[in-house]
């Protein structure tokens, strides 16, 4: 699928955001007044950027409030809810630090719970499709999470639980792209079952639907070159893995703590750009391009 900037960015920061906003809730660091400040600040800052630069993928943002109305169905509507109901609630769990200097403990974990559902919600709008069988499965949500988790963890100054967490969520990531590869193999789906001719016998392309582009092929068809993706993979490998955890391993200091997480962003934006672009919509099969 086309990797479009905005959710590029809004799937990045906003786990990055929420991450650290379940740190402060259960309470693994609590700050006061002008601290809580900063540290609730950078939280928001990335969960809310995060959120409205998904808006400018939309082609009416200013629709964007119809999606709350369909929770009952829509995993959209369900991150939209989550995600204000955990922003006001972190919210008054960081006056009472900012402000009182107490920790509101009981709201600070249904703040930390809400966090993980947001994170939860966004992650199953992908794994719910069918017609992306490298999203459809459990990794997904799973990645999501462990991404968040761990780079809140680094984020955050949890040095043991973000070694752990982020050595966790590289395996889980090689074991994702290892059998994402084949899924779309894997789910039955081919040239008969997209054109809906199987019936007939053997279906294959004779020419083109069409002389030009439209929005599905731009939208739901980019192709990335094995080489390149292999390339892209190494590097997001080591910058969101691998470096951040040697940076950890050394003795502790800002200065490696800051570089540790720009390197651990920068491999979760290649990660990102990876997840979008590898997504093989099935509609591609029906152009002749899978």
Not at 138 to 167: D, H, K, N, R
Request: charged share 10%.
């Amino acid at each position: 699928m086309h990797p479009a900037p905005s959710v590029i960015i809004f799937t990045t920061f906003s786990g990055l955001g929420f991450g650290l906003l379940f740190w402060l809730g259960i309470g693994a660091i609590t700050p006061n007044g002008l601290m809580a400040f900063i540290w609730f600040t950078i939280a928001y800052l990335a969960a809310v950027g995060g959120l409205l630069a998904s808006t400018f993928h939309l082609g009416r943002p200013e629709r964007a409030i119809k999606a709350f109305r369909q929770w009952q169905t829509s995993w959209l509507s369900r991150e939209g809810i989550c995600a204000v109901a955990t922003l006001l609630i972190m919210a008054i769990y960081g006056a009472g630090l900012v402000f009182f200097d107490t920790p509101l403990r009981p709201l600070g974990w249904i703040g930390a719970l809400g966090a993980l559902g947001t994170v939860f919600t966004t992650s199953m709008i992908y794994a719910q499709l069918k017609t992306v069988p490298r999203w459809r499965h459990w990794t997904t949500p799973a990645l999501f999470l462990a991404l968040s988790i761990g780079g809140g963890a680094l984020l955050a100054g949890q040095v043991t639980e973000a070694l752990v967490l982020l050595t966790l969520a590289g395996a889980l990531q090689i074991y994702t792209w290892n059998t994402g590869d084949t899924r779309l193999a894997q789910s039955g789906t081919d040239m008969a079952s997209a054109t809906g001719l199987g019936h007939i016998g053997k279906v294959r392309a004779f020419e083109p639907p069409h002389t030009g582009t439209n929005y599905l092929m731009r939208e739901f068809i980019h192709v990335v070159g094995r080489k390149h993706a292999r390339v892209l993979r190494i590097i997001a490998l080591g910058s969101g893995f691998v470096l951040p955890i040697v940076f950890l391993l050394l003795p502790f200091s800002h200065i490696w703590g800051g570089l540790a997480l720009i390197s651990h962003i920068a491999g979760v934006i290649v990660l990102r750009w990876l997840f979008f672009a590898q997504a093989e919509h099935v509609v591609g099969l029906y152009y002749g391009k899978r």
